[in-house]
């Protein structure tokens, strides 16, 4: 099942960009939402997590305190702000979903989006 990213662009050092995540009822793809960025490469890296049921979120050493990751009030459509961006924040943004008890965790997503490009320029 595919889920649809879209917010990604060009911003300077500093600034930010919000990323949405259609990412279709959790009856159907799965109750935890994760964003993952990839520069070509290099290893996937998960940047957050949320568990759509529980509100319970997850975010890599690497982003915490300039990302929040949220849901809408229909849990269909996951956000990641990104503020405060850095160079390093250039890569392939791509979300992701699945079942999960309680955790979600940063592996086994069975269900992914295309990606939206992210680009910071120093």
């Known amino acids: 099942v595919l889920l649809v990213e879209s917010g990604g662009g060009s911003v300077q050092a500093g600034g930010s960009l919000r990323l949405s995540c259609g990412a279709g009822?959790?009856?159907?793809?799965?109750?935890?939402v994760g964003w993952f960025r990839q520069v070509p490469g290099q290893e996937r890296e998960g940047v957050a997590t949320i568990n759509r049921l529980s509100d319970r979120l997850y975010y890599a050493d690497s982003v915490k305190g300039r990302f929040t990751i949220s849901q809408d009030s229909t849990k269909n459509t996951v956000f990641l702000q990104m503020n405060s961006l850095k160079p390093e924040d250039t890569a392939m943004y791509y979300c992701?979903?699945?079942?999960?008890?309680?955790?979600?965790?940063?592996?086994?997503?069975?269900?992914w989006g295309q990606g939206t490009q992210v680009t910071v320029s120093s």
């Open positions: 992701a979903a699945k079942f999960a008890p309680a955790t979600c965790g940063m592996s086994d997503y069975a269900n």
């Open positions: 009822p959790y009856t159907r793809n799965g109750n935890c």
